[in-house]
């Protein structure tokens, strides 16, 4: 049971556009969604959250929204450069006592952004 | 932030054998997890790893097969027993600090395993 969902297995733009990385979540209980972006060989790299308080939340390039009617959130990078190629996880966490940093994460997106 | 160190960062190892990756965060932290990350797959959370307690662990994941201490704040090693090419995975160690909204979860390099 996929609770997460990243359904584009690949994303691929032009330096200077607007990439848009989707991702929908099944359990109504997550409150809490995180962004990560991976490079082979490392762990994931915190990039922006958003809690269901919220639908938008920026931070310099990068934008998330979060639509919780439709349990969809995206992920918006504005412009797009070369050395945001990476594979990009979305993920979501649920409340609860020790719950929070314990995650569900999708399945990845590869995006690749091309000069 | 914290800067979370894993070792090894890589290994081979036969079948049948037990690997234990160590997981060392720079300062205290509340939370610390392991997560599996198969060839071509999401992560998957293994188990949380509760200070001086036994670890709780994720539907499908046993403590026999994945053992994991964790004896203090900013220290937990997980193993992986009885091995098999199965197992060939990267392994994550994950640490948080605090337990509420808007916790950040900060990730270690990670440890890829291969299993011959």
């Known amino acids: 049971d996929q609770q997460v969902k990243q359904n584009s297995p690949s994303l691929s733009v032009q330096e200077g556009r607007i990439s848009i990385l989707n991702c929908d979540y099944t359990?109504?209980?997550?409150?809490?969604f995180l962004w990560y972006k991976k490079y082979p060989a490392e762990g994931p790299t915190f990039l922006i959250s958003?809690?269901?308080?919220?639908d938008k939340n920026e931070d310099g390039r990068f934008t998330v929204f979060l639509n919780k009617s439709a349990k969809h959130l995206s992920l918006h990078i504005v412009p797009s450069q070369p050395g945001d190629s990476s594979v990009y996880f979305c993920a979501a966490s649920a409340p609860g006592g020790t719950s929070y940093g314990k995650l569900t994460f999708g399945q990845g997106t590869i995006l690749t952004v091309h000069p | 932030s914290a800067v979370i160190s894993q070792k090894p960062s890589r290994d081979i190892c036969q079948r049948g054998t037990s690997l234990t990756i160590q997981c060392q965060v720079d300062s205290q932290v509340t939370m610390m997890f392991w997560y599996r990350q198969q060839p071509g797959q999401s992560l998957t959370l293994i188990a949380t790893?509760?200070?001086?307690?036994?670890?709780?662990?994720e539907s499908g994941f046993v403590i026999d097969k994945f053992p994991i201490s964790r004896p203090n704040l900013t220290f937990s090693t997980l193993t992986v027993s009885n091995m098999s090419p199965e197992d060939s995975s990267i392994y994550l160690c994950?640490?948080?600090?605090?337990?509420?909204?808007?916790?950040?979860?900060?990730f270690g390099q990670g440890t890829r395993l291969t299993v011959v």
């Open positions: 958003i809690s269901s308080i919220k």
């Open positions: 359990n109504s209980m997550f409150d809490y």
């Open positions: 790893a509760n200070q001086g307690s036994e670890a709780t662990y």
């Open positions: 994950s640490a948080s600090r605090t337990g509420g909204l808007n916790t950040e979860a900060f």
